[in-house]
């Protein structure tokens, strides 16, 4: 088994499923001699052909229309969207199209696109790259939204969402694409789709969050173990739909949690977090739930972004909060 990082990874999950089934295709702009900006797609086009892996013009409302009418003609596309950021491109198309045509349809078509898209502050990029925007997408019934956290969850979720016959948006942070590596195993495996990981067993209080926040929280619980407080975390992968049966479970189990998003605190994903807890466990909570994220502003240029990301110091200051409340 080879340590990997998350992009080997990607990669990888890429290349089993276009060996595996004939009617993958991957495309996008700039994935196929080149391999993508940040080389997910790197050597495909030359082992799998131009008709299976090629680049499409810069036009994102063309990607999302390509794929929708593949995806009704039997093929499992998986497009890739440059940078999340330019999502506003091709809205129409995922949440007007791609969500509701099952529903359209009666449920006699499936969707079986996968819209791959990098994501997330903390690597410098210019203005429109890094926006969280995940919110976005995981309020329209019909869709998915997943994002790994880690290079063996990245493979094996990838890997399902293209086996999935329902449409997932597949988001992966750049700041987590070469920044360690971890132990993948070769050949295909997959990783369930709505279903939370439980990254770290704790007893004082749930971190629930996802994406490269997971790493920060991990951190975090590194450094309030040594104070005596034992957190636990749950990596939620599958942001749309919440897998709230794990999640409550561990608000039940520790009395306390703080919820955490790298997006800015109206951006949502946490705020249904907060919501589904309050509805279903607030009796058994110790505390008020706590939040962690980004300031409700526009994402900053890099030279800011610094100051404006949520991190480690920010769970840990939180976590004490509610521990001493």
Request: charged fraction near 25%; hydrophobic fraction near 45%; glycine fraction near 8%.
């Amino acid at each position: 088994m080879a340590q990997k990082t998350m992009i080997q990874a990607i990669t990888d999950a890429l290349a089993v499923e276009l060996e595996k089934d004939q009617d993958v295709l991957v495309f996008g702009e700039d994935v196929g001699k080149n391999g993508g900006v940040f080389r997910a797609t790197a050597d495909l086009q030359d082992k799998f052909g131009e008709d299976r892996v090629f680049d499409t013009p810069l036009a994102e409302s063309g990607i999302g229309g390509l794929a929708f009418g593949l995806a009704l003609e039997g093929f499992r596309p998986v497009p890739e969207i440059q940078f999340f950021g330019f999502v506003f491109e091709t809205m129409d198309e995922i949440v007007g199209q791609i969500a509701r045509t099952r529903y359209r349809m009666g449920g006699s078509r499936n969707l079986p696109i996968t819209i791959r898209a990098p994501f997330g502050g903390g690597v410098h990029t210019p203005e429109l790259h890094s926006d969280n925007l995940e919110g976005l997408i995981a309020q329209a019934p019909g869709i998915r939204v997943v994002i790994p956290s880690n290079p063996y969850d990245a493979k094996g979720l990838l890997i399902s969402s293209i086996r999935s016959n329902d449409p997932v948006v597949y988001l992966e942070h750049m700041k987590l694409y070469r920044s360690f590596r971890e132990e993948v195993p070769d050949g295909e495996y997959e990783v369930p789709l709505d279903k939370a990981a439980v990254t770290r067993e704790g007893s004082d209080v749930s971190i629930i969050t996802y994406g490269a926040m997971v790493r920060e929280a991990i951190k975090a619980a590194d450094n309030l173990e040594k104070e005596g407080i034992k957190a636990e975390i749950i990596d939620l992968r599958t942001v749309a739909p919440l897998d709230i049966e794990t999640i409550i479970a561990s608000v039940e189990k520790t009395g306390r949690v703080v919820v955490v998003q790298e997006a800015q605190k109206q951006a949502g994903v946490g705020a249904q977090v907060a919501s589904e807890i309050a509805e279903r466990a607030i009796l058994s909570l110790e505390a008020p739930i706590a939040r962690v994220s980004a300031p409700d502003t526009v994402f900053p240029f890099g030279q800011a972004e610094g100051i404006w990301l949520p991190n480690a110091a920010d769970i840990e200051e939180k976590v004490k909060e509610v521990v001493n409340f």
